[in-house]
């Protein structure tokens, strides 16, 4: 596997909150490395993330969204349905598919509230970064070993 290419999906749904998880990727991630998708919200995330993941130019897809409930649909039904889209991608594909999708239980449009999971998904846009390069090593430690 000698890929080093990423690619970062992002769902435009609270995209303020959403893109910092970008922010954190790239911090250990350079920006050359990483495609950028945006979509128009969790929902369209798995099929693009299967799509990329089978043109084989992608080491791991990173997803972010940010599902909250809008008061007139259940949001645990989407979240669910989007990890579960997410996975089976991933394991379709071959290639790692990483989630940052977030779904909290007690969420208000305050500046407050967004400025605690603005700061929340730099840390799991981090952590997927740690994700996609850890998966990365071990897959090609397996892969050098057969």
Known sequence: MTH???AFVKANWHSDIVDRALDGFLELIPAKQVDVFDVPGAFEMPLL???????????????????VDGGIYRHDF???????????????????????????????????????????????????????????QIRTKIASAA
């Open 4 to 6: 080093t290419r990423y």
């Open 49 to 67: 993330a299967r799509d990329l993941a089978q043109t084989g130019n992608y080491t791991a897809v990173a997803c972010a969204a940010f599902v």
């Open 78 to 136: 989407v979240a669910q349905a989007v990890v579960d889209g997410l996975m089976r991608a991933g394991m379709d594909t071959g290639v790692p598919v990483l989630s940052v999708s977030l779904t909290p239980h007690q969420y208000q449009e305050t500046e407050h509230h967004n400025a605690i999971y603005r700061d929340h998904f730099v840390q799991k846009g981090r952590e997927a970064a740690q994700a996609a390069l850890g998966i990365t």
